[in-house]
């Protein structure tokens, strides 16, 4: 069973900027896509950006494209980052970490970014952005 752990969310103004971790507990011999999604209040929850583990590939949805960028801790593989900069408003939402092991929907030729492409999920962590 693979446990996630979100932290790093917090309320910050337009502009600012935060990093959200993410600490997983799995095999460090085995590769997993991870992905970082969110959910605002009447929304459904969408895929952020995500990240093969096993060679670093990436996605990003466009509304975060050159502002979010995800990583994976270079020592301790299972810790994952989520950098948000020039947060706006409607970045406003619960984000969660959640990951899948590789094969199928998962490796270097693709990165999951829908909801049922993941089995293993975070509580997640609130991010706030005033205006």
């Known amino acids: 069973q693979v446990q996630l752990v979100e932290s790093g969310g917090g309320s910050v103004q337009a502009g600012g900027s935060l990093r959200l971790s993410c600490v997983a507990s799995?095999?460090?011999?085995?590769?997993?896509?991870v992905g970082w999604f969110r959910q605002a209040p009447g929304k459904e929850r969408e895929a952020v950006a995500a990240?093969?583990?096993?060679?670093?590939?990436?996605?990003y949805a466009d509304s975060v494209k050159d502002r979010f960028t995800i990583s994976q801790e270079y020592t301790a593989k299972n810790i994952l980052y989520l950098r948000m900069n020039s947060l706006k408003p409607e970045d406003t939402a619960m984000y969660y970490c959640?990951?899948?092991?590789?094969?199928?929907?998962?490796?270097?030729?693709?990165?999951?970014?829908?909801?049922?492409?993941?089995?293993?999920w975070g509580q997640g962590t609130q991010v706030t952005v005033s205006s």
């Open positions: 959640a990951a899948v092991a590789t094969g199928g929907a998962c490796g270097t030729w693709y990165t999951p970014r829908l909801v049922h492409e993941y089995d293993y």
């Open positions: 799995v095999d460090t011999y085995r590769r997993y896509c």
């Open positions: 990240i093969y583990t096993g060679g670093g590939t990436t996605f």
